[in-house]
């Protein structure tokens, strides 16, 4: 698969968080993207990824954007490396599962804060939000990589190998 050239076919959207993990999805065309669900965090088992990768089997993705969580400066932050372990775990069952799905970090920048702003302006509460937030969050992330694949005709966000076990730079 040429890195250069684009796919049609489903994405997924992830916004890692300590406690959650909202997922999203697109249509298989790639033009829409919903939430799916927000699933607990388990850090121990792993089956946060796991539901994820059973996710990426039944919709046939063909990539999984993993918001990468870099402060406004383009700076890591506290929780990057954790999304960047999340990823090569992610990467690593995929391959482990016979699926060419790519997983991808993207700039996540706001993601969370444009969410929130969208619910609050919706009328929900910020209690209310703690349900879908994460959910709305990954769509953001979907949302901003595919209109970067649109715009440039290639894919976007940094490549993460399922080989790989140290820290991404990017």
Do not use: C
Not at 46 to 54: C, K, M, Q, Y
Not at 105 to 126: F, M, N, P
């Amino acid at each position: 698969m040429n890195d250069n050239e684009p796919v049609n076919g489903t994405r997924l959207g992830v916004d890692v968080g300590r406690a959650r993990v909202g997922l999203a999805a697109t249509d298989p065309a790639g033009i829409l993207a919903t939430p799916v669900e927000t699933l607990t965090r388990d850090l121990t088992n792993l089956r946060d990824v796991h539901r994820i990768v059973e996710e990426a089997i039944e919709r046939r993705a063909v990539r999984v954007y993993v918001g990468d969580p870099i402060n406004l400066k383009g700076k890591k932050t506290a929780s990057t490396a954790d999304a960047h372990l999340f990823a090569q775990q992610l990467a690593k069952l995929l391959a482990e599962a016979g699926l060419e799905t790519q997983v991808r970090l993207i700039d996540e920048r706001l993601s969370t804060v444009s969410a929130s702003q969208k619910l609050h302006q919706a009328g929900v509460s910020s209690r209310q939000q703690r349900s879908v937030i994460d959910q709305l969050a990954a769509v953001a992330i979907l949302e901003h990589a595919m209109m970067l694949e649109n715009n440039t005709g290639a894919k976007t966000g940094i490549l993460v190998s399922p080989e790989r076990e140290e820290e991404l730079d990017g």
